[in-house]
């Protein structure tokens, strides 16, 4: 009778570890999706606000005025904001399947493969992708540039007026180009302390930027023709805004 209860209970402790194996894999796995979850619901978070102020589509009987939303839902003073005054170094929420998608549909043939540096680069230095990604567009012409096919150069960078080819940077890839780009920004066109900063937008980036006026309008109308493209239903991102963030 002492063997077989022994037995018995060596058994129901086996059960026993199998089960704890199992529930903790179960943890671990209820862990995961709810980290995965949150990641979701921030790239909604910050790709309908990019969409919103893009498309300058914020208005009072939805989202409090033309703003960008705080998540704590605090009751925040919101700062009115459009695509030329929207701070670049407020992440996109877009990714890089966003950005090769671009390419295919604008036949961009030349940034075909970029996407993943686009991202690395926002995530490295905290500038906007999409921001990044207009600034290409404009000054390769949709890297149809002989400074772009050429030399790797995407955004012009070292290309002075009058000398423009000769003067360009060359690099040993595209993504080098995008980094150094996102690089250059972050150190001396949005940071209060650069010598070229006059505001962390896209106004204040192209006074010292570009020679043109109108870089900064011309920069900005791309990134609506992009983020139109890339957001099939934005209805949907602007009521999932509304419903979860915009109540205080």
């Known amino acids: ?29 209820i862990d995961y999706l709810q980290r ?12 309908s606000h990019t969409y919103l102020a893009v498309t300058e589509e914020f208005s009072d009987d939805k989202i409090s005025g033309h703003a960008l ?17 929207m701070p670049v170094y407020y992440i996109s929420g877009f990714t ?6 671009l ?33 290409i567009v404009h000054e390769s012409n949709w890297g149809d540039s002989a400074i772009a096919r050429n030399k790797n150069n995407l955004a012009g960078l070292g290309a002075f007026e009058g000398s423009a080819y000769s003067s360009a940077l ?12 996102a690089r250059l920004l972050s150190l001396y066109y ?18 010292a930027y570009a020679a043109d006026p109108y870089w900064a309008i011309k920069v900005s109308r791309i990134m609506k ?3 139109e493209v890339a957001v099939e239903k934005p209805d949907v991102l602007i009521n999932y805004l509304y419903l979860n963030y915009s109540r205080n």
């Open 69 to 85: 939303l705080s998540r704590s839902g605090n009751g925040e003073k919101r700062q009115p904001l459009s695509a030329v005054t």
């Open 190 to 207: 949005i940071n209060p302390q650069g010598k070229h900063y006059n505001g962390p937008h896209l106004l204040g980036i192209g006074r």
């Open 96 to 101: 890089a399947a966003d950005f090769e998608y």
């Open 225 to 227: 023709q992009l983020v």
């Open 103 to 135: 390419w295919q549909t604008n036949k961009a043939k030349n940034l075909v493969g970029i996407g993943e540096a686009l991202i690395k680069a926002e995530q490295k230095y905290g500038i906007n992708a999409l921001v990044l990604a207009a600034i």
């Open 170 to 181: 060359s690099f040993d890839s595209k993504a080098d180009s995008i980094d150094y780009l």
């Open 36 to 47: 995965r979850k949150d990641a979701l619901e921030e790239l909604v978070f910050r790709r």
């Open 1 to 29: 009778i002492l063997e077989e209860s022994v037995s018995e209970l060596t058994g129901i402790y086996k059960e026993n570890l199998d089960i704890i194996a199992r529930l903790e894999e179960f943890y671990v796995q």
